[in-house]
Each structure stands twice: as C-alpha cells, then as structure tokens.
C-alpha cells in the first residue's frame, strides 16, 4: 500500500509540471514589427513651404522748418538831429521764413525730402541809422560891455555927473542921454517922469 501511494504521487507532480510549462508557453507575448509604423509615420511628414520677403513699407509725412532771416543796415539823413549826430532811430529785428517738406520713409528710415512751399511768415525790419542834418542858428555876438563911467542904476550907460537931462528935452544939464534907458536902481536924475521904469521915452 505504501509503494502505490508514492507511485501516485509522482505521476501527479509530473503531470503538474508539465502544465506549468504549457501555460508558460501559452503566455509567452508575441513580438510587434513596428518598422512599417515607423515607415509610415516618416511618409506623412510635409515640408514647410519657404516664407516670402515681406514687402516694404512705404509713408509720407510733411514737416516744417524755421529759418532767420537777416535784416539790412540802412542810414538816413534826419534833419531834427544836429549835424554831426549819428544815433541808431529803429532796431533791426530778424524775419521768419517757414519752409514745408514732404518727407518720404522706406521702413521707418527716411528716404527723400522734398521742399514744396516756402512762406516769410515774418517779415524783417531794417535797421535805421539817422545821421542829423541840422544846423543851430548862431550864436548871438556877445554885448558890448558898457563904459566903466555908466551910472549903475539905470540900463544902458547913463553917465555920471552932477546932473544927467533927456536929450532934447528942457534940462540944462551938464550931461545928456538918449533914451530910452531903463531905471534899475534909484531914478537919481528925475529921467523917469512918468514913473513907469523907463526913463527918456
């Protein structure tokens, strides 16, 4: 009885080793061929197309620019100034000229200037110099000066005596003079008869 049951046995672990091994054969994975997925993946690639050069662009502005322009230095005769007189009567000032352009940009880079107006948008004034022509009258001659034996009480040269009468008048003198003559002091010779200042008249 013995021996049966270990004959037994070894029948079953062989027949149980050899199913181990059918259902390792059984799971053993099957190899995938990706080369033709690979093939036709690489086939369905597209080339980009080249890129074209972008087109320039092209702008017009128009811009201005100021520019002085410079006054004329003139003289002029100027008879309310005494001859000889030179003096500057009007500043000269500087104008305006204002030009406009047309101005062409390639790209943002400018490219052309063309000037289509131009227009003094101020004028210049000049710069006068009179120079005088005027000639003062003369001088008058200075007076002669009156004899040192003229009484200093009257104007214009009565003289010193022990009495002075009017021209032509009724006094006897010894002195006599033609008037007028203007009283400046004391009338000591009676030629105001009047009394107005005036002797003589």
Do not use: W
């Not at 008037?179 to 009047?194: E, K, Q």
């Amino acid at each position: 009885m013995f021996q049966i049951h270990r004959t037994t046995s070894a029948v079953i672990c062989a027949a149980t080793i050899t199913a181990v091994f059918s259902l390792s054969g059984c799971a053993e994975p099957a190899t995938t061929d990706n080369s033709a997925g690979q093939a036709a993946t690489s086939s369905s690639t597209i080339s980009p197309s080249p890129t074209a050069d972008p087109e320039p662009v092209t702008t017009t502005k128009k811009a201005t620019k100021k520019e002085a322009i410079p006054f004329e230095k003139v003289t002029k005769k100027n008879p309310n100034l005494d001859e000889g007189t030179k003096r500057v009567t009007t500043k000269g000032v500087k104008g305006v000229l204002t030009k406009t352009f047309r101005v062409t940009y390639v790209d943002g880079e400018e490219t052309e200037r063309k000037l289509v107006k131009e227009v003094v948008t101020k004028k210049p004034v000049n710069q006068v110099t009179s120079i005088g022509t005027h000639r003062p009258p003369p001088l008058p001659e200075p007076a002669e000066p009156e004899p040192s034996n003229c009484d200093p009480n009257y104007s214009g040269c009565v003289p010193i005596a022990s009495d002075v009468d009017c021209a032509g008048g009724s006094g006897d003198g010894p002195e006599y003079v033609n008037g007028p003559v203007r009283v400046t002091g004391s009338d000591i010779y009676g030629l105001d008869a009047d009394g107005n200042g005036v002797g003589c008249e």
